[in-house]
């Protein structure tokens, strides 16, 4: 396997973002957080929030919901939940929640800038969304980050969460983040018990499957996750050597959608290899 890594590490330096390339030297060389979070704050904007295309599907410099949900789940796996990052981005999420004290999936500036067709906003006020606002408040929650914005969108997602039938894993995702966090614990307990029961049913099995399709190891990307105990040993075997399986000829791991461009797709393809490679190490495979 130090064959893998040694390609992966090839393939970051040719094409990776400078900010996957400190992720791995985290994870894979024992370097510090430290340049993790330097290379983290060129993506913060003046406004507090993050933007400038952290999610390399769309490629506006402006701040976005999403960015930011993106930025705290980098802190939170370098271990480096800074009280004052947060508390910035924390006033921008404040200044463009909804009057339920929910988040948007984006905002319509990104319209002007080039972006996949999922990213297209109607309308100049949209509406708020469990994604990614269950994510966003599950992390601050997590890091005892305490922010008036936080306990108005906590209410948002408990209004939305526990009627919520929806099948989408990127609903659902950010969904089990809040509920792993809040500080109800009997209700988050009784709602996670719900979706344990949904999940499986929602699980792509076939290990060789294509497309943009959710496997086992997309719901539950390590042991320590919440989705991990509703799959077999060996089921998870199977789809961890299907995943070693999938490191192309350059050393990357490939993505299952099309982006606004070769750039986008480069990077993109440096998150999922990362994101690969800190899978295995995971569950051991590395």
Wanted: hydrophobic letters at 40%; a negative charge.
């Amino acid at each position: 396997m130090s064959d893998v890594l040694a390609r992966a590490r090839d393939f970051l330096l040719r094409n990776g973002r400078l900010l996957e390339r400190r992720l791995f030297e985290h994870h894979f060389d024992g370097a510090s957080a430290e340049p993790v979070v330097r290379a983290l704050a060129a993506y913060q904007g003046r406004d507090g929030g993050f933007g400038s295309a952290l999610e390399p599907d769309k490629r506006d410099p402006a701040s976005q919901p999403v960015d930011v949900q993106i930025a705290f789940e980098i802190l939170d796996e370098v271990d480096a939940f800074d009280p004052l990052t947060a508390g910035r981005a924390c006033d921008w999420l404040a200044s463009i929640a909804t009057p339920e004290g929910g988040l948007p999936f984006a905002l319509p500036s990104v319209n002007a800038a080039p972006h996949a067709v999922w990213w297209k906003v109607e309308g100049e006020q949209p509406p708020a969304d469990i994604n990614p606002t269950a994510a966003i408040v599950g992390l601050l929650r997590k890091h005892g980050i305490d922010h008036p914005w936080a306990a108005r969108g906590e209410a948002y997602c408990w209004s939305v969460v526990e009627g919520s039938e929806t099948d989408k894993f990127h609903d659902l995702m950010p969904m089990i983040c809040f509920l792993e966090h809040t500080g109800d614990r009997p209700r988050a307990q009784a709602a996670l018990a719900v979706l344990a029961q949904r999940i499986p049913g929602l699980v792509e099995l076939d290990a060789g499957a294509e497309g943009y399709v959710k496997k086992p190891l997309d719901w539950a990307p390590s042991p320590s996750s919440f989705c991990h105990s509703l799959f077999s040993k060996e089921l998870l075997g199977h789809h961890l050597e299907a995943l070693a399986a999938r490191q192309d000829h350059d050393g990357g791991w490939p993505i299952s959608w099309e982006t606004v461009g070769p750039g986008p797709q480069l990077e993109y393809r440096g998150v999922m290899t990362v994101a690969a490679l800190k899978t295995l190490k995971a569950y051991g495979a590395l």
